[in-house]
């Protein structure tokens, strides 16, 4: 099974910071990844899929990129509301399969 | 709206059986392909099953293969997953999820999910 290891596990950094989370496959998945937020206590929210495409409503200041093994999520300028653990997703083929999860604070 | 809606979720003894049900308002439901995604407390998420639009198509986890079944009711609108031989490690919280369009998609919209908890 492809297995996916983001980095890095927590962070925190302060607003209006750029910041960036790296998730790397085990095998090529060509463009196969999604990015999720999940806020404390909320639903887990698509942010991005395909690799770079922007779910709609989603702000402008996150955005991804990279494609067969090696992606990352940007979020071009930190905001507090940004709190929240953010999840890689490979979606290839079955098993479907998360990251371990990056738990982003403010500083 | 949008909705997912789960139901079914409790505190259950190992070994025994339990079925969620998932309800889905405002899309077409027979359209696209759901699955089910748990989550631990304090854990990360896990896949657990997933099905195609028309349930030509379905995928589980190593981990409930052989104990789960995964179904849809499209005249229902309504997605299934009858857990057998619960486990304590078995313990999360269930999310029905949608998929964008495929069964190998992201999921763009998520219930609030339903927690089942296997304890003695």
């Known amino acids: 099974d492809i297995q996916m290891t983001q980095s890095p596990s927590s962070l925190s950094a302060s607003v209006g910071d750029r910041v960036t989370i790296t998730c790397r496959a085990s095998?090529?998945?060509?463009?196969?990844l999604a990015w999720y937020q999940q806020k404390p206590g909320k639903v887990p929210k698509l942010l991005i899929y395909g690799a770079s495409t922007l779910q709609s409503g989603v702000p402008s200041r996150f955005s991804g990129s990279g494609s067969g093994t090696n992606f990352a999520l940007t979020i071009s300028s930190l905001q507090p509301e940004d709190v929240a653990t953010y999840y890689c997703q490979k979606y290839i083929s079955a098993p479907v399969t998360f990251g371990q999860g990056t738990r982003l604070e403010i500083k | 709206e949008v909705q997912l809606v789960e139901s079914g979720g409790g505190l259950i003894q190992p070994g025994r059986s339990l079925r969620l049900s998932c309800a889905a308002s405002g899309f077409t439901f027979d359209d696209f392909a759901m699955h089910w995604v748990r989550q631990a407390p304090g854990k990360g998420l896990e896949w657990v099953s997933g099905?195609?639009?028309?349930?030509?198509?379905?995928a589980y986890a190593d981990s409930v293969k052989g104990r789960f079944t995964i179904s849809r009711d499209n005249a229902k609108n309504s997605l299934y997953l009858q857990m057998n031989s619960l486990r304590a490690e078995d313990t999360a919280l269930y999310y029905c999820?949608?998929?964008?369009?495929?069964?190998?998609?992201?999921?763009?919209?998520w219930g609030q999910g339903t927690m089942v908890t296997v304890s003695s």
């Open positions: 999820v949608k998929s964008r369009d495929l069964l190998y998609d992201a999921f763009d919209i």
């Open positions: 095998q090529g998945i060509f463009n196969y």
């Open positions: 099905i195609s639009w028309n349930s030509g198509t379905i």
